[in-house]
């Protein structure tokens, strides 16, 4: 039987992708929200008083710099190729396997860039200045185009031999 990997690599890509643009739509819709709130409540000071909130903008911001850089790790280890099971005759299997790592490392990154934003629209509500979301926001998108996932990184990822010496029972 012929095994058209191709169509299923790209059908998952495809999903992946959409679902990594809608997340980054979501920072836009954060920041309508905010600024709907900035409107509606003017002049908006927060929901809480925040001590040292420069303090906690700075450890929030290491933070995020901790996520960027770890998504990339997390994106190695999860793709390892001594992970994946070899399977000698290439079947469905062991591509499907490899794409489902693909497409969860992916989704990952996502998520660990989604919440770079959140840590600015938490020091938003909590103090009303918006400096604090946008600049969480820039973060999150710096972090979104450094990870997000590219079509020839895939084709090249599932092309590669998995390491001789694994067996999936382990």
């Known amino acids: 039987m012929e095994i058209k990997w191709p169509d299923h690599l790209q059908k998952a890509y495809f999903f992946t992708a959409i679902t990594g643009l809608l ?38 911001v290491g933070i995020s710099a901790f996520l960027i850089v770890g998504i990339g790790f997390i994106k190695k280890r999860l793709l390892a190729r001594e992970r994946v099971p070899v399977i000698r005759d290439k079947s ?20 660990f860039s989604e919440l ?30 450094t990870h997000f996932p590219r079509y020839s990184h895939w084709e090249a990822h599932v092309a590669q031999p998995s390491r001789p010496g694994y067996s999936s029972g382990r």
């Open 92 to 111: 469905v299997f062991q591509f499907s396997f490899v794409i489902k790592r693909l497409v969860i490392a992916s989704v990952l990154a996502y998520l």
């Open 23 to 60: 997340m980054i739509a979501c920072l836009f819709i954060f920041a309508g929200i905010i600024e709907y709130v900035r409107g509606a409540f003017a002049p908006f000071h927060g929901f809480m008083e925040i001590p040292n909130v420069d303090y906690a903008r700075i450890v929030l």
């Open 116 to 145: 770079i934003a959140l840590f600015g629209l938490t020091l938003f509500l909590g103090t009303g200045n918006v400096f604090n979301y946008y600049l969480f926001m820039a973060l999150s998108l710096l972090s979104f185009i």
